[in-house]
């Protein structure tokens, strides 16, 4: 194992706990002003990998206890360039079916109570307008239409502060804007741009949302994304394979005019 530094992330979401095909592994423990975060550094093939379980091995961290601030900070702290995210996500739209993997191009932050920048103590203003790195999704379009998955290359993920799901007059409100909708993008994504990190998003649609007919649970999205778990852990890494080791977007420049 070489010394404790990487060049990319992944957040494992739902049904994504650990990193399994590192070829070589160590648990680390950073510290942050923000609290400690727990990570797996390891090889694969010619990079060096961060992986960081969002939710604990055992999902009992809930979305709104995350500490993002400490998560992003670590990864930043290991030189991480660029961070892989997973996540499971509501349907808002007819044709986003469970199963279908969504790159969100856009965001919409309806969280109420969380840390949302790294920046207390002075006016720093990043731009958020293109919130997820161009480079990288283009490149994860391509690998998920090789392997011939259902996809949504364009959507805005409408963010909540969960743990609950939406009530029905909310998810009718929702589908008004947005595409999907989840609980763990925000601050996730911003903070990440806060460090000059490019950051993507691979969504798996686990459920319809309420405004239709069947009121989702936990138990169906639990399911729906452990069936899809090894879907989304090949997009993973056959996504490393195809990354650059030199970034061609902008997203290392994104503090230049904050």
Known sequence: MKSKRADIAIIGGSGVYRAERFE???QIEMKTPYGESFLTVGDFKDR???FIARHGEKHSIPPHRINYRANIHA??????????????VGSLRDDFEPGTIVLPDQFIDFTKK??????DDEAVHVSMADPFCPEMRELTGDVVNDLGYRLKEK??????EGPRFSTRAESKMF??????VGMTLVPECQLSREKAICYLCIAMVTDYDVYGEKPVTARDVKKVMEENA???QEIIWKTIEKIPFERGCNCREALKEA
């Open 24 to 26: 070589e592994q160590r």
């Open 75 to 88: 990864l930043a702290q290991l030189g991480v360039q660029r961070i892989i995210s997973t996540c499971a």
């Open 175 to 180: 589908k008004q804007f947005a595409d999907v």
């Open 155 to 160: 959507a805005s993920y409408l963010c909540i």
């Open 230 to 232: 090894k879907k989304v």
């Open 114 to 119: 969380r840390d949302h920048t790294f920046y």
């Open 48 to 50: 060096r990998i961060a």
